[in-house]
């Protein structure tokens, strides 16, 4: 089951302290995002990062009409829980695609 985020609080650094539906609230450490390249690239600027919203209709992180985190991804970070079966399940298909160019 989903669990929308709430209220989200900056704690410094790349760390956000999220707070859940269900009660649960935990610390999340975004630094490792700044590796991901793409969209990710613009939570360099520290000040683009601590700009970040809750979309309330969907429960989940915002920065801009940019970028979202999913609240799956955020609650297993924040709670050190595993991400949903169903998430690891279309990331291991989503591994083993290959493109092959045509002709």
């Known amino acids: 089951m989903i669990k929308d985020v709430i209220s989200a609080n900056y704690k410094g650094e790349y760390s956000i ?3 859940f539906e269900d009660g649960a609230i935990g610390v999340v450490d975004f630094s490792k995002y700044l590796e ?6 613009k939570f360099k ?11 309330e209709d969907l429960g989940v992180l915002t920065w801009g009409d940019e970028i979202d985190i999913a609240p799956e991804t955020l609650y297993a970070k924040a709670t050190n829980s595993p991400l949903p ?5 279309h990331q ?3 591994a083993n695609i290959s493109f092959q160019p045509t002709s």
């Open 17 to 19: 302290e999220v707070a």
């Open 45 to 55: 600027d520290i000040e683009f990062f601590k700009t970040f919203t809750i979309n």
């Open 92 to 94: 291991d298909s989503s």
């Open 85 to 89: 079966d169903w998430i690891i399940l």
């Open 36 to 41: 991901k390249g793409g969209a990710f690239d």
